[in-house]
């Protein structure tokens, strides 16, 4: 285990009745890394949570978080989390809320008095700090559960979903929080289904299907990948339909992958140098309507490793 990683864990298992939940994960996450834990709707990623913070026991494997093992209680107060579904209690105030886990943490009162005003001002509920959280919005309880998984100063964040029900200045202002806390060396793990938002904040993404990582990369580099190309054709009168099977075939030189769609087909991993023999080919075999190239996306990356399935 080295002690350079934030996160590490080696053939991780989980499962409930004898069925995996997350059948063989090893990852790795280098501290100060930004990293988005990505995959389809149950493959695994919040058990995959639950068990970094010891709040389930691994069938099987094991794993590190700061250097120690997995559960360990000292390491807790290092971690900071923000779950998918909390429950804050509604009678707290927001800086009642702040001040208990504050608490629970340990963090020292001298600390906690100078750095809850300040959270409350960066997650802007410094204005409504001291409502009850039954009066607030969900977006404002999205940004209380935040400042609440910082009020100890984490080295290590793990956020399930953390801009759920935030309007675009709200997901916004989480970007920017997170950017902060990346350039003062702060580790994040961030689940979530809105790739939009790990694409513009995480350095790199882990996906994971039924609990494995079936591929990672770096967000900077998905532009290296190549082109998507969108084209929309159609066979000619007179052509069977089993021609586009062929089409697909003669593609693949040029491509990483071609995935029929719709009214024709989209080529992923394609270089710019190669869009004229494409064009030349298609428009030889079947007719052309339109030929659109763009650089890749977080989007296409999850489809061309994922496949279409619901995330």
Same mark, same amino acid.
């Given at each position: 285990?080295s002690?350079? &990683?934030a996160?590490?864990t080696?053939? $991780?298992?989980?499962a409930?009745? !004898?069925?995996?939940?997350?059948?063989? &994960?090893?990852?790795?996450?280098?501290?100060?890394?930004?990293?988005?834990?990505?995959?389809?709707? =149950?493959?695994?990623?919040?058990?995959?949570?639950?068990?970094?913070?010891? &709040?389930?026991?691994?069938t099987?494997?094991?794993?590190?978080?700061? @250097?120690?093992?997995l559960?360990?209680?000292?390491t807790?107060?290092?971690?900071g /989390?923000?779950?998918?579904? /909390?429950? /804050? *209690?509604?009678?707290?105030t927001?800086?009642?809320?702040?001040?208990? !886990?504050?608490d629970? =943490?340990?963090?020292?009162?001298?600390?906690?008095?100078?750095?809850?005003?300040? &959270?409350?001002? *960066?997650?802007?509920?410094?204005?409504?700090?001291?409502?009850?959280?039954r009066?607030?919005?969900?977006?404002?309880? *999205?940004?209380?559960?935040?400042a609440?998984?910082?009020?100890?100063?984490?080295?290590l964040l793990?956020? #399930?979903?953390?801009?759920? @029900?935030?309007?675009p200045?709200?997901?916004?202002?989480?970007?920017?929080?997170?950017?902060?806390?990346?350039?003062? @060396?702060?580790?994040?793990?961030?689940?979530? !289904?809105?790739?939009?938002? +790990?694409e513009? %904040?995480c350095?790199?993404? +882990?996906?994971?299907?039924?609990?494995?990582?079936?591929?990672?990369?770096k967000?900077?580099?998905?532009?290296?990948?190549?082109?998507?190309?969108? +084209?929309?054709?159609s066979?000619?009168?007179?052509?069977?339909?089993?021609?586009?099977?062929?089409?697909?075939?003669?593609?693949?030189?040029w491509?990483?992958q071609?995935?029929?769609?719709?009214?024709?087909?989209?080529l992923?991993?394609?270089?710019?140098? #190669?869009?004229?023999?494409? !064009?030349?080919?298609?428009? @030889?075999?079947?007719?052309?309507?339109?030929?659109?190239?763009?650089?890749?996306?977080?989007?296409d $990356? /999850?489809?061309?490793? +994922?496949? %279409?399935e619901?995330?």
């Amino acid at each position: 285990m080295s002690p350079d &990683l934030a996160i590490e864990t080696i053939k $991780l298992c989980k499962a409930y009745n !004898h069925r995996p939940a997350v059948a063989d &994960l090893s990852l790795r996450v280098a501290r100060g890394e930004v990293v988005g834990l990505l995959g389809p709707n =149950g493959a695994g990623k919040s058990t995959v949570v639950k068990m970094l913070l010891g &709040l389930v026991l691994p069938t099987s494997g094991e794993g590190t978080l700061l @250097g120690h093992r997995l559960g360990d209680p000292e390491t807790r107060r290092r971690i900071g /989390f923000l779950p998918e579904r /909390f429950a /804050f *209690q509604p009678w707290l105030t927001a800086r009642e809320l702040l001040t208990l !886990h504050a608490d629970l =943490g340990q963090v020292p009162r001298a600390v906690a008095r100078r750095r809850i005003p300040e &959270l409350l001002a *960066q997650v802007a509920l410094a204005a409504d700090a001291d409502r009850p959280l039954r009066t607030y919005s969900k977006g404002m309880l *999205q940004r209380a559960g935040l400042a609440q998984a910082l009020v100890g100063a984490p080295e290590l964040l793990l956020l #399930d979903e953390p801009t759920s @029900g935030l309007d675009p200045g709200g997901r916004l202002l989480v970007r920017n929080l997170i950017a902060r806390l990346r350039a003062e @060396g702060t580790t994040a793990l961030i689940n979530s !289904h809105l790739l939009g938002e +790990i694409e513009s %904040t995480c350095d790199r993404v +882990i996906l994971i299907r039924e609990g494995i990582v079936v591929h990672e990369a770096k967000l900077g580099a998905l532009t290296s990948e190549g082109c998507v190309v969108r +084209i929309r054709a159609s066979l000619r009168p007179g052509s069977s339909p089993e021609m586009w099977q062929g089409v697909y075939d003669e593609l693949s030189p040029w491509c990483e992958q071609v995935q029929p769609d719709g009214d024709g087909m989209v080529l992923h991993g394609v270089r710019d140098e #190669d869009l004229p023999a494409i !064009h030349r080919y298609l428009s @030889g075999r079947v007719d052309v309507y339109e030929v659109a190239a763009r650089k890749p996306s977080l989007e296409d $990356l /999850f489809v061309r490793v +994922i496949g %279409t399935e619901a995330h």
